[in-house]
């Protein structure tokens, strides 16, 4: 109780000092996992409450509460998707000096390193990039070859999970554009929980949402989306993962198209 009492203390201080926002339906004391060496059973029961309690919040409460909470240590990954676009613009009205990165693999495509610029330029949101030791080039040299080819497992790890889990220090809580409905993995995603895979609280403020949902926020608020969307590439990641799906496929379907894997590491623990 007294490590409870001194944490509460500690956040009471640094709320005070943070700009003063309206804060959303929802306020709890949120937990600062960074003033612990490990999650305790206490934190991990708080951010089960908290991720139980926003259950009912839009995402731009849940957004505001992460804010609140974490701001400015709060991070977010974007690979760019439509859920990312959108979390981006709401971002822009609530807190735009949020720290948004990018894992920046070397396969992207073209129109998806083009939509960072025009973020910046719509709202001024700098989307920083984060890349692999190597270049593509060192890489596929190192392996004799594209590993994504042979070992898409691994290649994912490498420009991916490892990237993140580098990207990830010195955050206490990252925000991701995942929705439950894309896939059985995701679906038992909470809105706020520890990422024990990269060591900090991660918030899913789309959650609860649909595909619905998103497509029909761009295009009331005219948010910037992957033209690669309109020529039937419902999942976008790297160009030589992704393809563009046929009527009546699965939206992921066209990730890793021909194989097993269906998710890159980054949303399974
Ligand atoms: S999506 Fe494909 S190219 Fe990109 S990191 Fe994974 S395996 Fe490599």
């Not at 991990?44 to 957004?63: G, N």
């Not at 889990?165 to 520890?194: F, H, L, N, T």
Request: net charge neutral; with cysteine; glycine share 6%.
């Amino acid at each position: 109780m007294a490590q409870r009492g001194r944490l509460v203390q500690v956040m009471i201080a640094a709320f005070t000092a943070m700009p003063q926002l309206e804060l959303p339906v929802v306020s709890v004391t949120p937990p600062k996992p960074e003033l612990l060496a490990a999650p305790s059973a206490e934190l991990l029961d708080q951010l089960a409450e908290e991720s139980k309690r926003l259950e009912s919040a839009t995402p731009e409460q849940i957004i505001e509460w992460a804010v609140s909470a974490y701001f400015p240590k709060l991070t977010m990954a974007t690979a760019f998707g439509p859920e990312g676009c959108v979390i981006l613009y709401m971002l822009s009205q609530i807190e735009p000096r949020t720290h948004v990165f990018n894992l920046d693999t070397g396969y992207q495509f073209t129109e998806t390193l083009q939509l960072r610029d025009e973020i910046a330029r719509r709202y001024g949101i700098e989307v920083e990039m984060k890349r692999p030791a190597t270049t593509v080039e060192e890489y596929e040299a190192h392996h004799g070859g594209p590993l994504y080819k042979t070992n898409p497992d691994q290649c994912c790890f490498d420009r991916k999970v490892t990237v993140l889990r580098e990207a990830a220090k010195g955050w206490s809580a990252w925000m991701s554009g995942i929705r439950r409905d894309q896939s059985p993995d995701r679906a038992r995603a909470p809105i706020v929980g520890w990422d024990k895979k990269f060591g900090l609280v991660k918030i899913s403020p789309l959650a609860n949402w649909t595909k619905n949902d998103v497509w029909k926020l761009i295009t009331d608020k005219n948010i910037p989306y992957n033209p690669l969307h309109d020529q039937g590439y419902t999942s976008i990641g790297c160009w030589p993962c992704t393809r563009a799906v046929l009527f009546g496929e699965d939206e992921r379907a066209g990730r890793w198209s021909g194989t097993a894997k269906t998710e890159c590491g980054l949303h399974t623990q």
